[in-house]
Nanobody, 117 residues
Framework: VQLQASGGGLVQAGGSLRLSCTAS????????MGWFRQAPGKEREFVAI???????NYADSVKGRFTISRDNAKNTVYLQMDSLKPEDTAVYYC????????????WGQGTLVTVSS
C-alpha cells in the first residue's frame, strides 16, 4: 500500500487545515486509516484513527478540534484540524493497516503543519 499525504502548510493559531491521504490499491474500505504526528525533538504520537469497522478514536490532545473522515470511493482519508494551536506544529503521517485489522502497518511520507502564534 502506498500512501500520499497532502494539505500541510502554515496557519495562524485558531485557524484550520485539512489534510488528505490517498492510498493505492482496491482494499481501502477494509483497512483502518489514521494519522500520527511528530513534533521537533519529540517522539511520534498517535492523533486519530478511522477503523475498518467505521469506529473513530482520537488522542486526548485533539479531541473536539480534529475530525477524521474517509471517502472509500476515493481511497482517501481526511483530517480536518480546527482551532489549531502552536503545539500542533508537527510532521503529520498517514498510516494504514493490513486488511481487516487496526494496526499501523503502512506509512506515508508526512506533511508539515506549522501553526504560528
Amino acid at each position: 500500500v502506498q500512501l500520499q499525504a497532502s494539505g500541510g502548510g502554515l496557519v495562524q493559531a485558531g485557524g484550520s487545515l485539512r489534510l488528505s491521504c490517498t492510498a493505492s490499491g482496491r482494499t481501502f474500505s477494509s483497512r483502518s486509516m489514521g494519522w500520527f504526528r511528530q513534533a521537533p525533538g519529540k517522539e511520534r504520537e498517535f492523533v486519530a484513527i478511522s477503523t475498518w469497522r467505521r469506529n473513530t478514536n482520537y488522542a486526548d490532545s485533539v479531541k473536539g478540534r480534529f475530525t477524521i473522515s474517509r471517502d472509500n470511493a476515493k481511497n482517501t482519508v481526511y483530517l480536518q484540524m480546527d482551532s489549531l494551536k502552536p503545539e500542533d506544529t508537527a510532521v503529520y503521517y498517514c498510516v494504514a493497516s493490513r486488511v481487516g485489522t487496526a494496526g499501523y502497518d503502512y506509512w506515508g511520507q508526512g506533511t508539515l503543519v506549522t501553526v504560528s502564534s
